[in-house]
């Protein structure tokens, strides 16, 4: 390799994130729906910069951001995002003082999270969390009504105000599965029932990124998109831009002949005389260990697959015969020119690419483009 190239290589791992693709990705919901988009940048923005995704977003079109906990609400508010911020995850003892004093609207799942907020002494805005059909998060049908009434009496006593309603599909990644149409109808008629006891939500959200792009009819007033800022479809029906790129240094390159032992378990053995290159990653950085046997890193322009078990620090590759050495570049993944994606790690996993995503470790660098 020549000196110039070899001096553009990092020195680290390093996690690249292309902001112009963040940047595309929202535009193109902007575009698709007819009312507002929610940037949904909770865990730290899918692994991709929970500021730097919300801002990009922000600037894109987004005209909301979602969180799960308030302290990720926080952190956009410290970001400097001023656009409407909601948090739908947390504790029935949450800070309503901090909710209010960072103007975070809190999503309402249950009469217990209700009573001690609206026992707080702080006013806040508020969603109905409705539970269309997962049984996680929000309140069961059966806890609708009495839900949606003492919500009423607390707005009219003026401690909170009833802003959103909000739903979440189990099913949207499978687009025309029955669930989807019977899941929006359950969320319309929890709508109705909101707006008999008097309540007038402004902002009705139930589609996330599939049921964004497959289902129209659950758009609404506004859409939460996570998945989609960052290139993940989980529906397969968009081609969305992906937007990072883990790569490594080698770390060290050894020649060794057939019937070597390698890793744990010596899991793999030679067949022939090979060249094994050393990754500086392990499953403690985010590479999955249940893709060992399975997973390949583009190493010198060429696919070499992963030998032996991935362990928490480091990881070997098979080169075969390609020249290669200590400082040379291994992508282990990135937005598909010839290197393995983030969705071909989840296959080789046995998970989906948002569990990839989301977990890329803290010693990994970040670069931010
Ligand atoms: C994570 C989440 C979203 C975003 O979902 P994507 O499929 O990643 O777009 C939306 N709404 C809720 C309630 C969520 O928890």
């Known amino acids: 390799m020549s000196a110039p190239a070899r001096a553009a290589v990092r020195t680290a791992p390093t996690l690249a994130v292309d902001l112009s693709a963040v940047a595309e990705n929202t535009r193109r919901f902007v575009r698709a729906v007819p009312g507002e988009v929610m940037a949904v940048v909770k865990a730290d923005g899918f692994g991709h910069g929970l500021a730097a995704v919300a801002r990009t977003a922000v600037a894109n079109g987004a005209t909301w951001l979602g969180v799960t906990s308030l302290a990720e609400g926080v952190a956009v508010r410290a970001a400097g995002v001023n656009e409407p911020v909601l948090s739908w995850l947390n504790p029935v003892e949450v800070e309503v003082a901090a909710a209010a004093r960072h103007r975070i609207d809190l999503a309402v799942p249950s009469l217990r999270h209700l009573d001690a907020i609206a026992a707080a002494q702080h006013h806040v805005r508020i969603h109905l969390q409705l539970d269309t059909g997962m049984a996680r998060d929000g309140a069961a049908p059966d806890e609708w009504a009495s839900l949606m009434a003492a919500a009423r009496r607390a707005e009219v006593a003026g401690r909170v105000t009833v802003v959103g309603i909000m739903g979440h599909l189990a099913m ?6 029955p669930a989807n149409s019977r899941g929006t109808e359950e969320f319309l008629r929890g709508v109705a029932m909101a707006e008999r006891s008097g309540l007038r939500p402004a902002v009705r959200h139930l589609a996330a990124t599939a049921a964004t792009l497959t289902l129209p009819s659950a758009h609404l007033d506004m859409v939460r998109i996570g998945a989609g800022l960052v290139g993940i ?7 969305l831009r992906r937007a990072l790129r883990l790569t490594t240094p080698v770390a060290q390159v050894r020649r060794v002949e057939a019937g070597v032992g390698i890793g744990y378990g010596h899991t793999r053995v030679t067949c022939r005389p090979t060249t094994l290159a ?15 046997g399975r ?5 010198a322009g060429r696919r070499c697959p992963v030998v032996g078990v991935i362990s928490m620090d480091q990881t070997v590759v098979d080169v075969g015969e390609c020249p290669v050495e200590p400082g040379d570049e291994a992508v282990v993944f990135g937005p598909g020119d010839g290197e393995p994606t983030v969705d071909e790690w989840a296959a080789w996993a046995g998970t989906i690419p948002h569990e990839i995503v989301t977990g890329i470790g803290s010693r990994v660098s970040r670069s931010v483009r």
């Open 172 to 177: 949207a990644a499978w687009p025309g599965h």
């Open 233 to 239: 479809d989980p529906s397969d029906s968009a081609s």
């Open 278 to 292: 050393l990754l500086p990653l392990g499953y403690a950085d985010g590479l999955p260990r249940s893709a060992s």
């Open 295 to 299: 997973a390949q890193v583009l190493v």
